[in-house]
Nanobody, 115 residues
Framework: QVQLVESGGGLVQAGESLRLSCAAS????????MGWYRQHAGDERELVAA???????NYANSVKGRFTISRDNAKNTVYLQMNSLKPEDTAVYYC?????????WGQGTQVTVSS
């Protein structure tokens, strides 16, 4: 069982930055992959960025060059640095962990970008 707690969401203006944090309840060394997803109102959840246990990353095309996913193994925390935010980035952002075929989710954090 993995518990995930997100933080760092909020309301910002277009062009500003936010950093989301996801703290895991156990060592992220034991987690196969972690990622950030988002869900716009009325849409399905979509992958934003992911990082493997080996440090490989991948990003949605819409955020490449603006968002960076990283991990701090000592703090069991994964971050999503979001720069040059756009109104279309407004969504609920969820942290995800995949471990031995199971998928775990945080409670979500709201990000709102005003124009």
């Amino acid at each position: 069982q993995v518990q995930l707690v997100e933080s760092g969401g909020g309301l910002v203006q277009a062009g500003e930055s936010l950093r989301l944090s996801c703290a895991a309840s156990l060592s992220i060394f034991s987690i196969n992959a972690m990622g950030w997803y988002r869900q716009h109102a009325g849409d399905e959840r979509e992958l934003v960025a992911a990082i493997s246990s080996g440090g490989s990353t991948n990003y949605a095309n819409s955020v490449k060059g603006r968002f960076t996913i990283s991990r701090d193994n000592a703090k069991n925390t994964v971050y999503l640095q979001m720069n040059s935010l756009k109104p279309e980035d407004t969504a609920v952002y969820y942290c995800n962990a995949k471990k031995w075929g199971y998928s775990y989710w945080g409670q979500g954090t709201q990000v709102t970008v005003s124009s």
